[in-house]
């Protein structure tokens, strides 16, 4: 009979420590989101755009800024280009006389997806958040 009781016992010490411990991990689950996206979230300020893979900081003679709002014209000799907009501190691809006009159809950079980018392979364009 002692040996019952015991086993009863340790049967509700299993479902406190149950209990505690999805608690503990529910607890740690929001702490992390919460650290993740309002603490560590970078401000995304900056932009950066590569052309054959170089850094381009200016497009005729305008210095690109993110909160400055404006449409840029980024082409070559060839006659390839893309029209970038700048409006309200979001950047897209507006308008690519590529063939499949991928970039335009990206729509605006979004900040709140990591590494998200927007890419013109045929104009060897990227534009991404620094």
């Known amino acids: ?35 993740s996206h309002y603490i560590l979230k970078s401000d995304k300020n900056n932009i950066a755009i590569f052309v054959d893979g170089k850094k381009i900081t200016q497009i005729d003679g305008h210095h690109i800024d993110i909160r400055i709002n404006g449409r840029y014209t980024v082409g070559d000799v060839n006659g390839d280009y893309n029209i970038i907009e700048i409006k309200d501190r979001k950047i897209s691809c507006v308008k690519a006389n590529c063939p499949d006009e991928i970039c335009v159809k990206h729509g ?5 997806i990591d590494n998200d980018m927007i890419i013109c392979a045929p104009h060897r364009l990227t534009i991404m958040y620094e």
């Open 108 to 112: 605006y950079l979004r900040d709140d």
């Open 1 to 35: 009979m002692l040996i019952g009781k015991r086993e009863k016992i340790s049967e509700e010490k299993a479902k406190r420590l149950e209990i505690i411990m999805i608690i503990v991990i529910i607890v740690f689950a929001i702490v992390s989101y919460v650290v």
